[in-house]
């Protein structure tokens, strides 16, 4: 006759390997506050919810916007105006329905000023998307100034048989050779939401939210030492470094 085993273990089976029975009560135990649900904040509670704490509570005051379809795969077109934090619990829970979920439909500034006590009930505070001295005009090394260009702009240069150059940016690789990269019979007239602006990408979201998310773990389960330092990730380089102080 086979082992009966623990629908709970074999749930968690890879985790229960890396920190353990011990480590993973202490998971199952603990209560995390995001502040700030954008797409970086999602992917990492979504993480934690998936190991299985015992509950979380967004603080978020704002709605689901356009920008937020492209980036954030906890929101979709049907949600837009609804509040953000509202949308982004009621999917956490589908993922794990053994995880309590609540949010807080207000700006993370103003609950941290009218109400500090609000946050000594948890166990950690994440926060995300808040402005730092890193966001300053003096801690940048230069200024840059970036065009965005609607995409009926794009539209507009693709002609018929239209060539392209593609070419891996990180030297010494070479180019690859011309190729035809979209064969357009008219310019396409119509485009809805042209230009949205710079917001995070959901490929560089989709890694903090890793990297966050397992010093989260180290944090909550007392059995890694987390990073020392400020991580800085390079999403253009795929490149991280940690800073020893600010």
């Known amino acids: 006759m086979a082992p009966v085993v623990d629908p709970k273990s074999k749930r968690y089976d890879r985790q229960l390997r890396i920190w353990g029975a011990h480590g993973q009560q202490r998971l199952e135990t603990s209560s995390i506050c995001l502040l700030n649900c954008g797409p970086t904040g999602s992917e990492t509670l979504k993480n934690l919810a998936l190991g299985g704490i015992s509950s979380f509570t967004i603080v978020d005051g704002g709605k689901v916007e356009a920008r937020d379809l492209g980036n954030n795969f906890l929101v979709c077109a049907a949600s837009l105006g609804e509040p953000r934090a509202k949308v982004v619990t009621e999917l956490l829970q589908e993922l794990n329905e053994s995880v309590s979920g609540s949010y807080v439909e207000e700006e993370p ?85 042209p230009s949205l602006g710079p917001t995070e990408l959901h490929v560089v979201a989709a890694f903090m939210g890793g990297v966050a998310a397992q010093e989260a773990i180290k944090l909550v389960t007392r059995q890694f030492v987390p990073l020392a330092g400020p991580l800085i990730y390079n999403g253009m380089a795929a490149t991280t470094c940690v800073l020893d102080q600010l």
Do not use: H, W, Y
Not at 113 to 128: C, E, H, M, Q, R
Not at 134 to 160: H, I, P, S, Y
Not at 178 to 190: E, P, Y
């Open 109 to 193: 500034e103003v609950l941290i000023s009218d109400n500090p006590a609000f946050f000594g009930g948890f166990d950690l505070v994440i926060a995300t998307q808040r402005k730092t001295r890193l966001d300053t005009g003096e801690a940048r090394l230069e200024e840059v100034e970036t065009r965005f260009e609607t995409m009926e702009a794009r539209l507009d240069k693709l002609q018929t048989g239209a060539a392209a150059q593609l070419s891996d940016p990180r030297p010494p690789r070479s180019a690859a050779p011309r190729r035809t990269v979209c064969n357009l019979s008219r310019r396409v007239s119509m485009v809805s939401n």
